[in-house]
């Protein structure tokens, strides 16, 4: 069943917390079939109301988790309960915990040469009992699309981690996932694919998270900002995100 959404700025927001993404997650791969989640902030919004595209694909998708405090604040201004932010990588790292008890074969796809292999071993090591299916970089170009569609398929995966940025990654899994699907056969295990951004850096130590504080604070995006200065023109949206949520729910 779905869970209560609501839109915002035309892009579907849902009302659910960490362990109800996971519950959600293991029913999709119990019934079978692919599944796409997405981790909806102020930059999804916004770059979705200019990329048709994109937009569609956040329409199309399973589950689109409220990450991001802009996101949750314009959410519950519409009217939704959202109890909690939930945040892609934390989230990753949730569905890694309950892979490794429900035996779930886990693929991590994405990032720079390397990264992937090293985000594995490190999973391996806090979720003991944890499958790796794969671990790729690869990329997001179209050319290279059937013979990564074929790694990833010989690899049977019920989870899918794709880090290749937004919104590349998740118009990657759009395209591919309906390919990954398990045939049709009794007892057959669905996937679930998710796009992850960056969290790949974090967990591999190529980039380092916000304190814990400040993740709290919700002021993640202040961090990235002062460890990265150029991406002032990208957090510029945060602002036109917030003026635009703020009209829409007069």
């Given at each position: 069943?779905?869970?209560?959404?609501?839109?915002?700025?035309?892009?579907?927001?849902?009302?659910?917390?960490?362990?109800?993404?996971?519950?959600?997650?293991?029913?999709?791969?119990?019934?079978?079939?692919?599944?796409?989640?997405?981790?909806?902030?102020?930059?999804?919004?916004?770059?979705?109301?200019?990329?048709?595209?994109?937009?569609?694909?956040?329409?199309?998708?399973?589950?689109?988790?409220?990450?991001?405090?802009?996101?949750?604040?314009?959410?519950?201004?519409?009217?939704?309960?959202?109890?909690?932010?939930?945040?892609?990588?934390?989230?990753?790292?949730?569905?890694?915990?309950?892979?490794?008890?429900?035996?779930?074969?886990?693929?991590?796809?994405?990032?720079?040469?390397?990264?992937?292999?090293?985000?594995?071993?490190?999973?391996?090591?806090?979720?003991?009992?944890?499958?790796?299916?794969?671990?790729?970089?690869?990329?997001?170009?179209?050319?290279?699309?059937?013979?990564?569609?074929?790694?990833?398929?010989?690899?049977?995966?019920?989870?899918?981690?794709?880090?290749?940025?937004?919104?590349?990654?998740?118009?990657?899994?759009?395209?591919?996932?309906?390919?990954?699907a398990p045939a049709a056969t009794d007892g057959a295990s669905?996937?679930?694919?998710?796009?992850?951004?960056?969290?790949?850096?974090?967990?591999?130590?190529?980039?380092?998270?916000?304190?814990?504080?400040?993740?709290?604070?919700?002021?993640?995006?202040?961090?990235?900002?002062?460890?990265?200065?150029?991406?002032?023109?990208?957090?510029?949206?945060?602002?036109?995100?917030?003026l635009a949520a703020m009209l829409e729910s007069r």
């Amino acid at each position: 069943m779905r869970p209560q959404s609501v839109e915002v700025l035309g892009v579907r927001v849902d009302g659910v917390t960490y362990r109800e993404a996971c519950e959600i997650a293991a029913a999709l791969i119990q019934q079978g079939g692919a599944h796409q989640f997405a981790t909806v902030n102020p930059e999804f919004v916004m770059t979705a109301r200019r990329d048709e595209e994109f937009r569609a694909v956040l329409a199309a998708t399973a589950l689109n988790v409220p990450d991001g405090a802009g996101v949750v604040w314009a959410a519950r201004r519409r009217g939704l309960n959202v109890r909690e932010r939930v945040a892609g990588v934390d989230l990753m790292l949730k569905l890694c915990d309950w892979a490794a008890r429900y035996r779930w074969r886990v693929f991590f796809l994405g990032a720079q040469a390397g990264v992937a292999e090293r985000v594995a071993a490190a999973l391996v090591l806090t979720y003991p009992g944890l499958t790796v299916a794969g671990a790729y970089a690869g990329s997001p170009r179209r050319e290279e699309e059937m013979a990564l569609v074929a790694r990833v398929r010989a690899a049977r995966p019920q989870l899918l981690f794709v880090a290749y940025g937004a919104p590349a990654q998740d118009k990657w899994l759009a395209r591919n996932l309906p390919l990954l699907a398990p045939a049709a056969t009794d007892g057959a295990s669905g996937i679930v694919g998710m796009g992850v951004g960056g969290a790949f850096d974090f967990i591999a130590g190529v980039q380092k998270r916000a304190p814990d504080w400040m993740q709290r604070a919700n002021l993640e995006w202040l961090y990235r900002l002062l460890r990265q200065p150029w991406r002032w023109r990208r957090q510029m949206a945060l602002i036109s995100f917030a003026l635009a949520a703020m009209l829409e729910s007069r």
